[in-house]
């Protein structure tokens, strides 16, 4: 594997992480809908509340988008470590020829 390759592989991960996060965190914004209500003190309103994302789904597809998020943190480090494998390279390379 070229070193360049290498390091194109670990940009082009970063590139999809980003617009796999930005996509997760705007279905997220999506589905957080916030009303004065929502901040009450009883926990019968807490529960109120989830109970009826509950039966909407939308509690579903929070956990979806949270769980999607938490995956393109890791591609993101993957990436990070090809990258930082690839620069590694180079410079036993770049430490052998000179």
Known sequence: MEIQ???SSGLQG??????DA???AASIAANLSISPE???VGQESNSATISQNTVSGDLSNLNQS???LKVAEFQ???SA???KTAD???GTLLDVSA
């Open 5 to 7: 390759s290498a390091f």
């Open 14 to 19: 970063f590139q999809k992480a980003k617009g």
């Open 22 to 24: 930005n996509q997760a």
């Open 38 to 40: 929502d901040f009450g």
């Open 66 to 68: 949270i769980v999607d």
């Open 76 to 78: 993101a480090k993957a």
């Open 81 to 83: 470590n090809v990258i």
């Open 88 to 90: 590694a390279m180079l």
